[in-house]
């Protein structure tokens, strides 16, 4: 069974520091994984995604994550947060079979003026 | 230009009552899909299709029924709304894989927010 699991479902910090959002995955095969932001009262949008090219991966907005098979994580991290960047986290994982994706409990995050 | 669309984007009504929300995608995708996102923001597939014809169904009450007259459109069809029912609902839409090891990334409509009281 595949599942992803995200700590901390509030996380707050101060404009200008460094944003961690963490994101833990369980896999029976090499997983793809994948980062959505949701802005209140939006649709989710993707971030950036892991599909075993490499593995640290940039995504939009100066966003990115580490794919690390020993710790089974892919967290994001951005190094300077940005007011508009608060908004509802989340990771996601998939086999690929069916394209069918799991969704972690999301991540919100509140950036601090 | 958008890319998924959602109609309605609120919907309130009662028990007991029936009602559509409609999805459509220009972005010539096979696969289209429908989630549910209860208040706590967690987000649960709820159906999929590919080229009309349904690959996953996971465990949902048969009240919701979709339906998808082209690839382009998946519409939600809830009959005999619960309190339960209320949630906000997404449609998103994808390439579909060739090949097992392939993985598009889903591309998400507004939401529907449906309030059943």
């Known amino acids: 069974a595949q599942s992803v699991t995200q700590l901390g479902s509030h996380v707050s910090v101060s404009e200008g520091a460094l944003v961690l959002l963490r994101c833990n995955y369980s896999?029976?095969?090499?997983?793809?994984l994948f980062w959505y932001v949701q802005y209140p009262n939006q649709g989710l949008q993707l971030l950036l995604k892991?599909?075993?090219?490499?593995?640290l991966v940039k995504g939009i907005n100066g966003f990115e994550a580490e794919f690390k098979k020993s710790e089974t994580s892919f967290h994001l991290t951005k190094p300077s947060a940005h007011m508009s960047d608060a908004a509802e986290y989340f990771c996601?994982?998939?086999?690929?079979?069916?394209?069918?994706?799991?969704f972690g409990t999301g991540t919100s995050l509140t950036v601090i003026p | 230009d958008t890319a998924v669309s959602q109609t309605p984007k609120y919907l309130v009504t009662q028990m007991g009552n029936d009602k559509s929300i409609k999805c459509e995608q220009n972005?010539?995708?096979?696969?289209m899909y429908w989630y549910k996102q209860d208040s706590k923001k967690f987000l649960k597939i709820m159906f999929s299709?590919?080229?009309?014809?349904?690959?996953i169904n996971e465990t949902v009450p048969n009240r919701f029924s979709p339906k998808s007259p082209d690839k382009a459109h998946l519409n939600l069809h809830i009959n005999s709304l619960e309190l339960g029912d209320s949630a906000v609902y997404f449609c998103?839409?994808?390439?579909?894989?060739?090949?097992?090891?392939?993985?598009?990334?889903?591309?998400f409509g507004p939401g529907t927010r449906l309030t059943v009281t």
């Open positions: 896999s029976s095969v090499p997983p793809y």
């Open positions: 996601a994982v998939s086999l690929g079979t069916g394209n069918q994706f799991y």
């Open positions: 998103a839409s994808s390439q579909a894989p060739l090949l097992a090891e392939q993985l598009y990334e889903q591309y």
């Open positions: 892991y599909t075993s090219a490499a593995t």
């Open positions: 972005l010539g995708h096979d696969t």
């Open positions: 299709y590919n080229n009309k014809e349904l690959i």
